[in-house]
């Protein structure tokens, strides 16, 4: 590979342009497989091999699916993908994306450029609010890898040891939103041309019980013709996750009944479950349970209630200091 760009070193060059000449990368084939090709000068592509892989798992907060859904949304007249810088944290046997934001590059045939500079304050910024989000890799709209995805991912592995490489089909070619997550490896024979492969890890969503009333909050627009709605009351996000905990001891009932009728097959780690969750219950009579339960609810209508007088005081002085 060759490097083009600005006189000056790469560390001195905000934007440096690097010009493609041989690159060989792994991509997902679906089911766990991997499907190695080789990009040649002359813009051949090969299949050599396939493999299983494995690596850890990368955990994704809503958040980032949706602040890169923005970016692409919101991208310049032109561009056919956006990138962007993945934040988040490590540990042994997982990567926890939680947080991303947007670095703007542009594209050709030949050459890809990336302003360096601009990640490099934004990640700054970024570490004043949340110091303990370290960057972890990078992401790019698009259903597969492409050539200049290596040169990009070769600047972010000087950044972060071992960076993992996202992709969000954003514009739906499969029919929905693909997303994977990769991580390379350097390929070759000692001495001569060295490529880079690409293999995929597993992907699982995870989410925070904040994070968690804003997809319930999207979810519910589905249903709605004009696609808005407005966040519930107090009292209504009581009743709907007692609904939802009423319909879940049903489920439980129901399988234990047919458990218990040999429709079904006892499942070692169902029992397991149902049995930590018996225990975690309170030995408590339903008398206060009642007491209990009424108690809280008349705390938190009073406090609906102070909440709500405060409101129609402040408005209240405002149109008093406007006379």
């Not at 939680?98 to 304050?121: G, L, Q, R």
Request: with cysteine; hydrophobic share 40%.
């Amino acid at each position: 590979m060759v490097a083009t760009g600005k006189p000056g070193s790469a560390e001195e060059s905000s934007i440096i342009i690097i010009t493609i000449i041989i690159i060989v990368f792994c991509a997902s084939d679906g089911g766990g497989q991997v499907a190695l090709y080789v990009f040649t000068e002359a813009g051949e592509l090969s299949s050599f091999s396939k493999m299983s892989v494995f690596g850890p798992v990368v955990k994704i907060h809503p958040v980032v699916l949706a602040s890169i859904c923005d970016s692409y949304e919101r991208r310049n007249e032109g561009a056919s993908r956006v990138i962007g810088t993945l934040l988040g944290t490590i540990d042994k046997h997982s990567i926890e994306v939680t947080n991303c934001f947007s670095v703007p590059h542009n594209e050709s045939e030949d050459e890809v450029a990336v302003d360096m500079e601009f990640a490099k304050n934004m990640y700054e910024l970024h570490k004043r609010v949340s110091p303990t989000e370290v960057i972890i890799g990078w992401y790019a709209t698009g259903f597969d890898i492409t050539e200049h995805s290596v040169l990009i991912h070769e600047y972010y592995s000087r950044e972060a040891s071992n960076p993992i490489h996202l992709t969000v089909d954003s514009a739906l070619q499969s029919g929905k939103m693909n997303i994977r997550a990769y991580v390379s490896a350097q390929m070759g024979v000692p001495g001569k041309t060295v490529g880079v492969m690409f293999t995929p890890l597993s992907v699982k969503y995870v989410y925070y019980d904040t994070e968690r009333i804003g997809v319930d909050l999207l979810q519910r627009t589905r249903v709605t013709p004009s696609r808005t709605k407005g966040l519930t009351s107090d009292l209504s996000q009581v009743a709907g996750s007692a609904a939802r905990v009423q319909d879940m001891l049903t489920t439980v009932l129901a399988y234990i009944e047919d458990v218990l009728s040999g429709k079904v097959t006892a499942d070692n780690s169902v029992g397991r479950f149902l049995m930590d969750l018996v225990n975690k219950v309170p030995t408590i009579s339903a008398e206060d349970f009642e007491n209990m339960l009424n108690s809280n609810i008349n705390d938190l209508l009073m406090v609906t209630y102070l909440s709500n007088l405060t409101q129609a005081q402040i408005a209240l002085n405002e149109k008093l200091v406007l006379l």
